[in-house]
């Protein structure tokens, strides 16, 4: 009989694990207006994370780059795709593009922090996930207001850079943090090599080569309400 009950709980926790869904929304800017403010890789930062999750077959993803990248069809997207997330699923927002203390800098102005917060609090899904390739990111916590309202939706906040850093972009297709990003999520960052790429896990990959390959001069951070072993990615 117990191992009856143990066999239950396996195909239980399989059953669980093929229904749990991820969406996300892949964001990146390298042509804003003009010329003074073009990067020359973000664009393919979005496109890049998002082939990452289409791999698992268990994902939705939008990807939003350049002149697509407006706050408001930003925002249109995160609450069309987000609203479909059940308890069990994760949301993703991926950005990569320029930041500035407070918001990120989107195709025609700023986000706020706070106006993606007001999305986040009107989802379902219990992993909640905030992904910043961008100058300045950092400051997305530093804001005791601003961190009370994602702790209290626990969202966990992935930031390339420390509040007072820039993030660097790179010679190759991808910027420092989402090339390291990307290698943690293509199973660089399984320690134990379970499949599994926890939180935990990928921060400690990522923080360590971005670090050591920036020369100490960026530091991504993770902060939020979230358990170090919740799971990222199975890939």
Sequence with gaps: MRLIRVILMMLLVCA??????????????ADYPGK???LSIS??????????????????AI?????????????????????????????????????????LVCYDGLLTYQRIYNVMKNCKASKKIIIADACYSGKMRTSSKQSDSFNSQSVMLFLSSRANETSQESRYQNSL???????????????????????????????????????ERQ?????????????????
């Design 43 to 60: 664009d393919n930062d979005a496109k890049v994370i998002a082939k990452v999750f289409e791999a698992t077959n268990n994902s939705y």
């Design 219 to 235: 530091h991504p951070v993770m902060w939020g309400k979230f358990d170090n072993n919740m799971a990222i990615i199975n890939w």
């Design 36 to 38: 003074v403010n073009d």
């Design 63 to 103: 990807i939003l780059v350049n002149e697509e990248a407006t706050t408001e069809s930003l925002l249109r997207n995160m609450q069309t795709a987000f609203s479909d997330a059940k308890e069990e699923d994760e949301v993703i927002l991926y950005f990569s593009g320029h930041g500035t203390p407070g918001a």
């Design 16 to 29: 669980t694990q093929i229904q749990a869904r991820v969406y996300l929304v892949s964001v990146g800017i």
């Design 177 to 215: 943090f989402t090339i390291f990003l990307e290698r943690g999520l293509r199973g660089g960052a399984d320690n134990n090599r379970d499949r599994v790429i926890t939180a935990r896990e990928i921060y400690d990959f990522v923080h360590d080569g971005v670090s050591e390959a920036s020369k």
